[in-house]
């Protein structure tokens, strides 16, 4: 089976660039996250989705982040306009309805921001 | 709220060496706790996850895990480590009717040959 697909692995851009990451869930599963990796602050959780429907977002950090769940199989996590301190890993994570279903991750986007 | 407690940053043990990662949670209810690894440039696994019955778990690659309700703990173990096992590990709390997970901070393992 097929895991969660992200892209692209690796960003590179300069400050003030939009930045879109992508993310394709496991089919079927209902929930979708969006997660920020640092050295410095950890996992967070920006963001979550229900069946396509923004549950929580009280993780993300600024305006200047937004996401969006067009469909069950697709989700984007968008920066405009970018700034160095948003150079982190993001992950993308699925899982099925209930607290106790496991999040499956993808590989995550390496984004850094020059 | 829930919340996740890895006292251990760091730990290093030799190959072939038994291994105990520490991981505490506070929540009032019975939570569902979980345990993933992640290597270098990857996403997060899952390794094991304990919701109810037997409180020792069974997960993949040899590891294992105790609930112990007494003292807030869900402990990762390994008899006899390799050299593959050097990663990121994190311990996570859910419970009944959320989604979100709550994730300690992560231990870093490093294994001398």
């Known amino acids: 089976d097929a895991g969660v697909i992200q892209s692209p692995r690796h960003e590179v851009t300069e400050m003030g660039q939009e930045v879109t990451l992508r993310c394709k869930p496991i089919?079927?599963?209902?929930?979708l996250f969006w997660y920020r990796q640092t050295m410095m602050r950890g996992l967070e959780l920006l963001i979550y989705?229900?069946?396509?429907?923004?549950?929580?977002d009280s993780g993300m950090p600024e305006d200047r982040f937004s996401a969006k769940m067009p469909n069950a199989s697709f989700s984007t996590l968008k920066i405009q306009p970018s700034e160095p301190r948003d150079s982190a890993v993001y992950f993308c994570?699925?899982?099925?309805?209930?607290?106790?279903?496991?999040?499956?991750f993808g590989d995550g986007t390496r984004l850094s921001i020059l | 709220a829930q919340s996740v407690t890895q006292p251990d940053i760091h730990i290093t043990v030799s190959e072939g060496a038994s291994l105990e990662l520490r991981c505490n949670y506070s929540?009032?209810?019975?939570?569902?706790l979980f345990w993933y690894v992640q290597s270098p440039g990857q996403g997060l696994q899952l390794l094991l996850k304990?919701?109810?019955?037997?409180?020792l778990v069974q997960g993949i690659k040899g590891f294992e895990a105790e609930f112990k309700r007494s003292q807030s703990s869900f402990n990762l173990r390994k008899p006899s480590v390799h050299w593959s096992d050097a990663a990121e590990y994190f311990c996570?709390?859910?419970?009944?009717?959320?989604?979100?997970?709550?994730f300690g901070q992560g231990t870093r393992l490093t294994i001398n040959p």
């Open positions: 089919s079927g599963h209902d929930y």
């Open positions: 989705f229900n069946n396509n429907v923004p549950i929580d």
């Open positions: 994570a699925s899982s099925l309805a209930g607290g106790n279903q496991p999040q499956h």
């Open positions: 929540y009032g209810a019975t939570p569902y």
């Open positions: 996570a709390v859910g419970r009944q009717g959320a989604q979100k997970l709550v």
């Open positions: 304990y919701f109810s019955g037997d409180t």
